[in-house]
């Protein structure tokens, strides 16, 4: 599906409410399969389904048995997309990950090289408890993240599409985790933090699902549907004020650019990559609750999951006990005005 035009050139606005339509529809089918099986967490659903919608990749964030890994194999029913799991461990390597040659032999004699795919090479990769394993075997996917393919024995392969990462994380606090670099953090959309369920979900959860039957989801939609309407989000018109309350709120979120309670806690802060993001997930947002175009509310609604896995405080901030979330919240609120 391409950019939807008359035969002026003009953008064609009643193809795009057409197929805003259409993909309302697909969203609330996709929301009602989730909570089949995912209950209460609807900020957490509803973020992880805006990375995926606006064609990027997502960290969650929690305590193991909060149903992060559930929540990401549902995904990959409902979304109709080939899926693999790579539970990351401290020994695993990187060739486990990408793949590796291996040599064959012909019956002549001949011996020649040949590129064995690994789990990587799928549409929804599950990368559960990925700061589990070591920076070195994190870093494989990088270049997946960016560029969508991976280059193994100095060739190119590339990566089936749609492709998306949705990793799962322990908090750094919990014995025998890795932080995740500066720069992998930044290829993750958002990063989406897991918390507790509240008690009517947990009365629900005890209820349904020890049982001797479990609800299972379906899937609904394939991936050019998904592809289709990431193609449509990327067409929805953005007003100028709310490029306007990007930038500001990017730009305030970095050192050095007048805001004095960023210069006093913020150590270095989120790059274009963070305003390409909100610009994304806006208008995600939008179509995600039935708006044709993002306003400032999408803005500041998403600005915690989209910048604080792109800053970094200073020691005395950190010392005196101050987190990434209380800055955002305070220049959301300055924002606010």
Known sequence: MGVMKTTDGAVDERAIIAAAEKALGEIALIRKEVGKVIFGQESVVEQTLLAVLSGGHALLVGVPGLAKTKLVSTLGTVLGLNSSRIQFTPDLMPSDILGSEVMDQDE?????????????????????????????????????????????????????????????????????TYPLPEAQLDRFLMQVDVGYPELAAERQILLETTGVHEAEA????????????????????????????????VRSARPGNGNATTDKNVAWGPGPRAGQSLMLCARARALYDGRLAPSIDDIMALAEPVLQHRMALTFAARAEGMSVRDVITGLVKQAKG
Do not use: C
């Not at 599950?126 to 393919?149: F, G, K, V, W």
């Not at 394939?222 to 990327?234: E, F, G, V």
């Open 108 to 176: 002549n004699g001949r011996r020649s090289f040949r590129f064995v795919p690994g789990p990587i090479f799928t549409q929804l990769l599950m990368a559960d408890e990925i700061n589990r394993a070591s920076p070195r075997t994190q870093s494989a996917l990088l270049q997946a993240m960016q560029e969508y393919h991976v280059t193994v024995a100095g060739r190119r392969n590339d990566l089936p599409q749609p492709f998306h990462v949705l990793a799962t994380q322990n908090p750094l606090e919990q014995e025998g």
């Open 218 to 249: 379906r899937g609904v939609i394939d991936a050019a549907q998904l592809q289709d309407i990431q193609h449509l989000i990327r067409q929805m018109p953005v007003s100028e004020k709310v490029v306007d309350a990007i930038l500001a709120l």
